[in-house]
């Protein structure tokens, strides 16, 4: 959508829309973006009003964010672990290959998977704001958009992972991709042993959000969520 900067691959300042992003504040303590302001202030009136319930809106960001979004992302996934021509697909050109299952549109143009081995996970991260690939994973966790998040996962994404309670082998890898209004990642997680023969639907529900942004693993057989 903003390709006239090839020399600074993070140019976000008017790349995509942050007007989500509460948490967006350049790391310079300035204010909510302006629509975000006017968006507050016109939910307080409908509040105030008796338009709207506050709660009903909760429910509805939390399931963007934790349900609808995600599984469109799982389902990405779950086919990577079954087919391979599609595997082969996804690696060639990953935009295209989730456009296949009809995932497309906002900030989810150029997308690229990174896939985990036994010896190398990926994690991603926006360093500079939030950059976060809606088509498949929905709107961005509030955790994803903090100022500690963009630092810690580059200085010690071995301490996020801690914190997030996922433990590796000290000898596997992690690389760290940072995010841009161009390019976005989806981490293409392991697939959890034990789970030959199954289906794609049975597959998708032990892909959580987490574990395709690389904050978390894949769930095994039994615990999914
Ligand atoms: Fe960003």
Redesign the pocket.
């Given at each position: 959508m903003h390709d006239d900067d090839q020399t600074h691959a993070h140019d976000?300042a008017h790349g995509h829309d942050h007007g989500h992003d509460q948490g967006h504040d350049q790391g310079d303590g300035s204010p909510l973006p302006e629509i975000a302001l006017r968006v507050k202030a016109l939910e307080s009136i409908l509040v105030e009003k008796g338009y709207i319930d506050p709660a009903a809106i909760d429910v509805i960001v939390e399931t963007y964010e934790t349900k609808v979004g995600p599984r469109n992302g799982a389902r990405v996934v779950a086919k990577a672990w079954s087919d391979p021509a599609y595997l082969a697909r996804l690696r060639a050109d990953a935009t295209a290959a989730i456009a296949e299952l009809g995932f497309t549109g906002r900030q989810g143009e150029h997308m690229r998977i990174v896939e985990n081995t036994p010896t190398r996970h990926n994690l991603v991260v926006?360093t500079?704001?939030?950059?976060y690939p809606w088509s498949v994973l929905g709107l961005p966790p509030v955790w994803y958009k903090a100022a500690p998040y963009r630092a810690k996962a580059v200085i010690d994404p071995r301490g996020v992972l801690a914190d997030f309670g996922v433990t590796l082998p000290r000898e596997t890898e992690i690389r760290v991709w940072d995010?841009?209004?161009e390019l976005r990642y989806l981490v293409l997680p392991l697939r959890p042993q034990g789970t030959e023969g199954w289906s794609e639907d049975r597959l998708a529900d032990l892909v959580t959000r987490d574990s395709m942004i690389g904050t978390g693993l894949a769930s095994a057989p039994g615990a999914a969520r």
């Open positions: 976000h926006c500079l704001c939030s950059c995010s841009t209004a």
